[in-house]
């Protein structure tokens, strides 16, 4: 049976306190092994995934959409909470428009040998910090045909909420882990074969259409912050640098828009 909750402070429902506190959550989630998902899609991806859920929360009308997902919880002794909006609101912050939300097990990440052994098309980001260009680039290296994506220790985590959700839930489609150290981690990927290219907007750069042109068997794509663009090292220690030509007196794309535009160039054209 479905628990009712009307006490918002019920430690029962701790994994699902402010939501909305991003500095909180995107500390506590990974230090506790569990992360959001929120909405019956993202929740049926995530489960599909094989990903397993260490409990549901949601309005009660929500029983009947997940009637399935319900059943097969309380068979596993998953907890399935319901309550009316005013207490879920006030337990994780936000009204809950999507109906349902689920706490998941985060699943442990693969080695980065292991991971990029067979792949011929990476990509690497470089500490950035916003989880909505987090969740764009795994959107776009899903349907770009990617193999992986690295993330580096100052990341933004892509199974944050917002991730997940700007990814249509391809964080948990395309095999990803963390590059730690980095950028020492990236002699792994040139032992692996791979030639890595730094996206940067250097003047020395090579256009993207000259490696298009003649695009090396595996090639990693690294990507820089928001602000800064890429380190100076990670240039210095990269095979190529690489230049998207801009136009218009614009001097740099969105980070996520240089992956797409990056990863369609330099895509696998024999699959
Ligand atoms: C918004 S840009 C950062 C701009 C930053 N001011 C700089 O100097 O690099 C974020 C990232 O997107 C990629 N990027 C954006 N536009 C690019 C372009 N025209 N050529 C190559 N990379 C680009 C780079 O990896 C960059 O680090």
Known sequence: MPILITDPSDPRLEDYVSLTDVALRRRAEPER????????????????????????????????????????????DVPVFVGEHDVIE???????HRGALASMQRPGLPEVASLVADAR????LEDIVDH??????FRSAAALGVDAVLVTPRC???????????????????????????PGGMAVLQSHGFTVAALALSDDAVALD????????KVAVVLGAEGDGLGGTTVAAADVVVRIPMAGGVDSL??????????????????
């Open 33 to 76: 092994g569990l992360y959001i998902a929120e909405s019956e899609k993202v929740i049926r991806r995530a489960l599909g995934a094989g990903h397993r859920p260490r409990s549901f929360l949601m309005a009660e009308r929500w029983l009947t959409d997940l009637a399935d997902v319900v059943a097969d919880a309380e068979s596993h």
């Open 90 to 96: 006030r337990l994780t912050g936000f009204h809950l």
């Open 121 to 124: 098309r990476i990509v690497v």
């Open 132 to 137: 909505t260009n987090v969740g764009a680039v």
């Open 156 to 182: 933004a985590d892509p199974l944050y909420r917002r991730s997940i959700r700007v990814s249509m839930g391809t964080v948990f489609q395309v095999p990803w882990t963390r590059i730690d150290p980095w």
């Open 210 to 217: 000259v490696l298009e042109a003649a695009p090396p068997t």
């Open 254 to 271: 969105n980070v996520a828009a240089a992956s797409a535009v990056a990863m369609w160039a330099l895509r696998i054209r024999d699959r």
